[in-house]
């Protein structure tokens, strides 16, 4: 039996007996990351409602790509909230929410993250993560009195 890249899901072959082990600790691991990704969802909506509130303020929007090594940084002209970012042309990606500072991922895509007035700056804690890469990114914010 082999294992999935990036969660250690099994994926049996023809030949592989399916062992009842094997089998819930896929479910467990699925049922944990789901809930993990729903807690952070809850949370970062949470936080980005008590921000930008009732206040009148302005969404914007911006998204662009770019390479780099070591993390990535992006600044744009009002003050970011949201931020989603995948590199080298992954399926998936990552959402960070504004005020949380460290995303923490079932896998290598853990990071941890700086936001500025304009700026939101990233570093994945996985070294395996840190070289090269080429980011696709959209930042969600609101503009400031």
């Known amino acids: 039996m082999t294992k999935t890249e990036k969660y250690q899901l099994p994926q049996w072959e023809l030949s592989d007996r399916i ?4 089998f819930n ?11 993990g990704i729903r807690k952070e969802a ?5 936080a980005l ?3 930008v509130g009732t206040k009148g303020k302005t969404c914007r929007i911006a ?11 992006v600044t744009v002209d009002f003050k970011p909230m949201v931020v989603f970012v995948t590199f080298d042309n992954y399926v998936d ?8 500072t ?18 939101v700056t990233w570093s994945y804690l996985s070294n395996d993560l840190n070289g ?14």
């Open 49 to 51: 409602t008590s921000a």
């Open 25 to 35: 600790d896929m479910t467990d691991k699925i049922d944990k990351g789901m809930d």
């Open 63 to 73: 998204s662009g790509t770019f390479t780099r090594s070591g993390g990535g940084s």
């Open 93 to 100: 990606g990552s959402v960070m929410f504004r005020p949380f």
């Open 42 to 46: 809850a949370q970062g909506l949470a």
């Open 102 to 119: 460290r995303l923490i991922a079932y896998d290598a895509l853990s990071m941890d993250v700086t936001w500025g007035d304009r700026t």
């Open 132 to 145: 090269t890469h080429t980011y696709s990114y959209i930042v969600l914010g609101i503009e400031e009195d």
């Open 19 to 22: 062992l009842m082990e094997d």
